[in-house]
C-alpha cells in the first residue's frame, strides 16, 4: 500500500474515506488478521485521518494484539469517540485514563494504553527506590528520617560522593540516598513520585529507570567536571532527568496533549524545580559548617536536566517504539557515552594535573 500517493503535501496524514478504499482495493492481499486490525483503525479515528506511523505500527504487530482484543471483547469496543468521552469506568479505570492522557499525545495511543494496561507489573522502581532512598535507610540505618548538612554523619558516611573518594565508584550512584536537609528531601519525593509513577505506569520499569539512573550519573560526574571541589547529595539528577523529559515532551506535544490543567501543571513543576535548584546554588555559596569542604554541588541537577532533554525525550517520545530504530537515539545515546568516558579520564588524571588543593577527605 503507497499511502504517500495519497499524501501529495507530506504531511504523513491520510483521509480515512482514501485509507478505506485502499484497504478494499488491496484486502485480498492481506492476512485477515491485519486487515481486521486496519480497519479497526479506521474506525477507532475520530479525526478523520489516518496516520502513516499508525498503519506502520499496525503492521509491524507492535499494536495488533491489542486492536484485536478489543475488537474481540465485544463489551467495550475501540469507537470513534475519544477516550475521555467514554462513561461508567470505575476507580482504577479512570486512574488508568487520566494516566494515558497525562503522558501521551495521541489519542490512538492513549486508547491502545488504556486497552493493554494491566498493572502487572505495577511501577515498582519508582516505588522502591523512593522508599529505600528516602526512608529506609536514612530512618532505619542512621536513626533519623533526614540527614541535614549541619549534622556530624554529614560527611562521615559511605554513601555521599566526596572528591577525595571519587575513586569509590559506588559513589557516583549512592548519593541519592543523602540530602542536604527536610526541603531537599520534600521536593525530590514530591517530583519523584508525582511524576515519576505515571511515566513509569506507562513506559515500564526499563525505560524510566534507565533515564533516572543516567540522570544520577551524569549528576555525579558534572559535578567531578565543573565543581571539583564540591561533594553530591541528593536524587536531583535522577528526579530532573525524568522531569524535564516530561515537560519537554508536552511542550513538544501541546497540541496533543489533552490532559486538563496542563499549562498549571507545568507551572508548578519548574516553580517546584526553580526553588530547589536556587536552594542549591544558595547553599552551595553559603558558608560551609565544616570548613574547608564547601556544602553540596548543585551541578547534579543541570547534568540530570541534559539528560532529560536528550536520551529522556528519545525514550518517552517513542512509546512503545524499538528505540533501536530510531537514529537520534543512537546519536544521543553515543554523546552520554562519550561524555561519560571523558568524565572517567578527567578523574583519573584532570585531578593531578591541575594541582587542585581539595578538601580533606572525612
Not at 264 to 276: G, Y
Not at 335 to 344: D, K, N
Request: hydrophobic share 45%; net charge positive.
Amino acid at each position: 500500500l503507497l499511502l504517500s500517493q495519497f499524501d501529495p503535501d507530506n504531511t504523513g496524514y491520510i483521509s480515512t474515506e482514501k485509507f478505506r478504499s485502499l484497504l478494499q482495493r488491496h484486502g485480498s492481499e492481506l492476512d485477515p488478521h491485519k486487515l481486521e486490525v486496519l480497519l479497526a483503525l479506521a474506525d477507532s479515528n475520530s479525526e478523520g485521518r489516518i496516520c502513516y506511523q499508525d498503519f506502520v505500527n499496525l503492521m509491524s504487530n507492535k499494536r495488533s494484539n491489542s486492536f484485536r482484543q478489543a475488537i474481540l471483547q465485544g463489551n467495550r469496543r475501540l469507537c470513534s469517540k475519544a477516550l475521555l468521552e467514554e462513561t461508567g469506568l470505575s476507580l482504577s479505570q479512570r486512574l488508568i485514563r487520566h494516566v494515558a492522557y497525562e503522558t501521551l499525545p495521541r489519542e490512538i495511543d492513549r486508547k491502545w494504553y488504556y486497552d493493554s494496561y494491566t498493572c502487572c507489573p505495577p511501577p515498582w522502581f519508582m516505588i522502591t527506590i523512593t522508599i529505600v532512598a528516602f526512608f529506609l535507610y536514612n530512618g532505619v540505618v542512621l536513626d533519623r528520617f533526614v540527614l541535614q548538612v549541619s549534622h556530624p554523619l554529614y560527611l562521615k558516611n559511605a554513601l555521599l560522593y566526596h572528591p577525595q573518594l571519587r575513586a569509590q565508584a559506588w559513589r557516583y550512584l549512592t548519593y541519592i540516598f543523602m540530602h542536604a536537609g527536610i526541603e531537599h528531601l520534600g521536593l525530590n519525593v514530591v517530583l519523584q513520585l508525582l511524576v515519576g509513577i505515571p511515566l513509569e505506569m506507562v513506559h515500564g520499569a526499563a525505560r524510566i529507570s534507565f533515564v533516572y539512573v543516567a540522570g544520577v550519573v551524569a549528576g555525579s560526574l558534572a559535578v567531578s567536571v565543573a565543581d571539583m571541589r564540591a561533594p553530591v547529595v541528593g536524587s536531583s539528577g535522577g528526579v530532573y532527568a525524568l522531569v524535564s523529559a516530561h515537560l519537554a515532551n508536552i511542550v513538544m506535544n501541546w497540541s496533543g496533549m489533552k490532559c486538563q490543567f496542563k499549562l498549571l501543571r507545568m507551572a508548578v513543576a519548574l516553580i517546584c524545580m526553580s526553588f530547589e535548584f536556587g536552594r542549591a546554588v544558595w547553599l552551595r555559596f553559603h558558608p560551609s559548617a565544616y570548613p574547608p569542604c564547601p556544602h553540596p554541588s548543585f551541578m547534579a541537577h543541570l547534568g540530570g536536566v541534559m539528560v532529560g532533554i536528550t536520551l529522556g525525550v528519545i525514550i518517552l517520545r517513542n512509546y512503545e517504539q524499538r528505540l533501536q530504530d530510531q537514529t537520534l537515539w543512537w546519536i544521543f545515546l553515543s554523546i552520554y557515552i562519550i561524555f561519560v568516558l571523558f568524565a572517567i579520564f578527567w578523574n583519573i588524571f584532570a585531578y593531578s594535573l591541575l594541582d587542585l588543593k581539595l578538601p580533606p577527605p572525612p
